[in-house]
């Protein structure tokens, strides 16, 4: 099946949304939180009153097209297509193949005619998407979810230099030179007004975090059209806590789940569990590490982590890549979470699936992390970059019998998909009440409407 628009759905209402989401993976193909998290935010605007909605996901190269035009389907799916680009400018966050997005694009969105138009990402597709919407949609809302730093940092999004890893606060053209020596400072300024002019034609923009949306707010982005919406939850079954043997023993197996990047900070986990004395370790204490791609990592960091394991012996064990599906039974298994990252993070998904199974986390105590994780309350912040102070607090996990319960009763359930996608709806009719209408303000944080 190739190139013709889903079918539509019929409808009741006269008032029902028609939304358009539009995710730069699939999450069968391409299986990543955002990806998740834009596939379930589409399940949630299905199974809604008073919605429709459409998937358009991008694929690359690794996905061959089918014909001429780049639309392309998915299996049996009447109401999900994918798009293939794969001339992507990831400087500019730009799509050079403007000929596809000029004539498939804006013949599929035109024909489909959506009320609402989601960008749950534009990597790939490149934010010239955006102008083709709009163009080809002059009266539809176009919205946009901010996942990481991406428009604003050219080193991934990630906010952090380059070599050192040290974090950044704001941007510059001068400070980005600093991480890329051969990009002039004057193409970071003619970058910055490139992805915002694209950003301009957008009538709202939704980050999982308040930290995001206010470093985004920082950058230029109108605050009053930003709002902090949770990714949702589709994870029905819960994982009990594991079976303790007797009254001797303790909550000593943690967890470690993604992937093995240095932004991910496995070196700071590996280098803490090996400073943590057999005394207060003893034999019943574990690290299990779920998570691959390090054959993919610089040859630096590969040989950093090899020695790590040296020293670390039979403390931990290397599990593998692991699929959603697999998570309750790998949740069985732990009682810590563990999330090392050196970067601020955003709102990554490990935080929302340990609470759903009730793992207490440990976390750097930075960005969207710090906001997600109460300290002492449904989980331990510790020192980003520091294994002496995470491996402080893995010891006073160890030896405070009483703490892992104390945490696991402060964890409150997350959002689920549904619970999502009913604030989205929200926030869409919000913006277009404002738009159309002058009425009511965007609301600036839907987070705890649910």
Same mark, same amino acid.
């Given at each position: ?36 998290? &834009? ?15 459409? !998937?358009?996901?991008? *694929?690359?190269?690794? $996905? ?71 163009? =080809? ?6 919205? *946009?979810?901010?996942?990481? !730093? ?46 915002? &002019? ?29 709002? *902090? ?43 803490? *569990? ?59 298994? =732990? ?18 699936? /340990? ?61 689920? $998909?549904?619970?999502? /996608? ?29």
């Amino acid at each position: 099946m190739t190139g013709a628009p889903p079918a539509t759905q019929d409808t009741d209402t006269d008032d029902t949304l028609r939304v358009l989401v539009i995710s730069h993976g699939h999450p069968v193909l391409s299986l990543g939180g955002a990806e998740v998290a &834009s596939y379930n935010l589409h399940l949630g605007l299905k199974s809604a009153p008073g919605s429709q909605s459409f !998937f358009l996901a991008r *694929v690359g190269d690794d $996905y061959p097209r089918h014909g001429r035009s780049a639309l392309m389907g998915v299996s049996d799916a009447e109401d999900e297509l994918l798009y293939h680009a794969d001339e992507y400018d990831h400087f500019l966050v730009s799509n050079r193949n403007t000929g596809d997005l000029q004539t498939d694009l804006r013949r599929f969105v035109r024909s489909l005619n959506p009320d609402v138009v989601h960008f749950h990402h534009f990597i790939g597709l490149g934010v010239e998407a955006l102008h083709v919407v709009r163009s =080809a949609l002059p009266n539809a809302t176009i919205i *946009v979810t901010l996942h990481e !730093f991406l428009a604003i940092c050219h080193h991934h999004g990630q906010m952090v230099k380059t070599g050192t890893h040290a974090l950044c606060r704001t941007s510059s053209p001068i400070a980005c030179h600093g991480c890329f020596p051969d990009i002039a400072p004057g193409a970071f300024v003619r970058r910055k007004h490139f992805i915002q &002019s694209m950003f301009s034609l957008a009538d709202g923009f939704v980050t999982p975090s308040r930290f995001l949306a206010e470093r985004y707010e920082q950058w230029g982005l109108p605050g009053d059209r930003i709002t *902090v919406i949770e990714n949702g939850l589709n994870v029905p079954e819960k994982a009990d806590a594991r079976r303790l043997r007797d009254g001797t023993d303790r909550r000593s197996r943690f967890a470690f789940f993604g992937q093995m990047t240095p932004y991910k900070g496995v070196d700071i986990l590996l280098d803490a *569990v090996q400073r943590i004395p057999d005394s207060i370790w003893k034999d019943d204490a574990s690290l299990t590490i779920f998570g691959g791609n390090l054959e993919r990592q610089p040859e630096a960091f590969r040989e950093k982590i090899a020695g790590l394991i040296e020293k670390t012996g039979d403390r931990v064990r290397f599990a593998g890549a692991y699929q959603n599906r697999d998570m309750p039974s790998l949740m069985r298994q =732990a009682d810590w979470v563990l999330l090392p990252s050196v970067w601020w993070e955003n709102s990554p998904v490990i935080i929302q699936e /340990a609470f759903h199974h009730g793992r207490p986390l440990i976390c750097s105590g930075i960005g969207g992390m710090a906001e997600k994780v109460k300290d002492g309350v449904d989980g331990l912040h510790f020192l980003a970059g520091s294994p002496e102070d995470l491996a402080d607090k893995m010891t006073e996990a160890l030896q405070n019998k009483e703490l892992w319960n104390s945490l696991r009763a402060g964890i409150m359930e997350p959002k689920t $998909y549904r619970d999502c /996608a009913g604030d989205h709806l929200n926030f869409y009719r919000s913006v277009i009440a404002t738009r159309y209408k002058g009425g009511r303000a965007i609301p600036r944080d839907l987070q705890e409407s649910a």
